[in-house]
């Protein structure tokens, strides 16, 4: 049976999480949008090199500075690209950082929480598989009770059955 503190604590880690994916999206769109805008110029220079149609502001570009127009075009999108990454980056580290530091403080919330069985701290903080009640890693290291024998993953420090406190490894 869940209990509200069990429900509340499940949805402060769901929020963690989507923190800390909504930070990986967001340097994501980044990484995306610097690269459009590394394009984007050389698209521009290519077309005004080619087509040199007339503007209202007369820009003569002649075959000479044919060059130097592509690659003033090229430094500038490549500035703007890194300006931009770096933008969406920072902000994408904070998110993913916030998201972390919602999850640390929670773990210590749950662990201290007298509303909680030992099983359900184990759980909510991701140390036990709630469907088989055993440490989520593949290389779990089982302790039994010395009182009422019954296995224990290893970093639970108090039986679960009994209450007994359980010798560390």
Known sequence: MKTDAVTRYQNGYFAADLVIDLSAIVKWIGFIIAILSLLSP????????????????SFHVSSSNNQAMVN??????VVNAVIVFMGFLIVGSLLGVLGHLLKASLDGVVCAS???????????????????G????????????PICNSNSAEGIRVCGNCGVELPKC
Do not use: R, W
């Open 42 to 57: 050389l698209f521009i220079a290519s077309a005004a090199v080619q087509s040199s149609p007339s503007y209202p502001v």
């Open 72 to 77: 003033a075009a090229l430094l500038a999108g």
């Open 114 to 132: 007298p509303f909680l069985t030992h099983t359900e701290k184990a759980t909510l903080m991701n140390l036990l598989d709630p469907s088989t």
């Open 134 to 145: 055993n440490q989520s890693t593949e290389d779990a290291v089982s302790i039994n009770c």
